[in-house]
């Protein structure tokens, strides 16, 4: 069965900093192309960024760009986002996701695993 377990969540002050991190079982690790998503309340999930298999490509958001940090070293766990100078509307609930082949996507239908989510509230 195949677990993704997001960790790192929390409340910050806006402006200040966080770190994911999400760990999945090695086989789909190993293999695919993983991004985290987030979602505030009342609206839909969203792209946040995401790494290709071994981290050689990166994709974000515009709304993230400059700020958000995937990393992913040599295609080991955990995959970490490094989140800095963050705004209230970065607040949500952030998930890890991973798709069973090297293919980095932004839609939300283009994943097959989900973790369960970790809450991150910014407040102003």
């Known amino acids: 069965q195949v677990q993704l377990v997001e960790s790192g969540g929390g409340l910050v002050q806006a402006g200040g900093s966080l770190r994911l991190s999400c760990t999945a079982s090695r086989r789909i690790f190993s293999s695919s192309a993983m991004a985290w998503f987030r979602q505030a309340p009342g609206k839909e999930r969203e792209f946040v960024g995401g790494?290709?298999?071994?981290?050689?490509?990166?994709l974000y958001a515009d709304s993230v760009q400059g700020r958000f940090a995937i990393s992913r070293v040599n295609g080991k766990n955990p995959l970490i986002l490094q989140m800095n100078s963050l705004k209230p509307e970065d607040t949500g609930v952030y998930y890890c996701?991973?798709?069973?082949?090297?293919?980095?996507?932004?839609?939300?239908?283009?994943?097959?695993?989900w973790g369960q989510g970790t809450q991150v509230t910014v407040s102003s």
């Open positions: 790494s290709s298999r071994i981290g050689e490509r990166t």
């Open positions: 996701a991973a798709v069973g082949a090297d293919q980095l996507s932004i839609p939300t239908e283009g994943y097959d695993y």
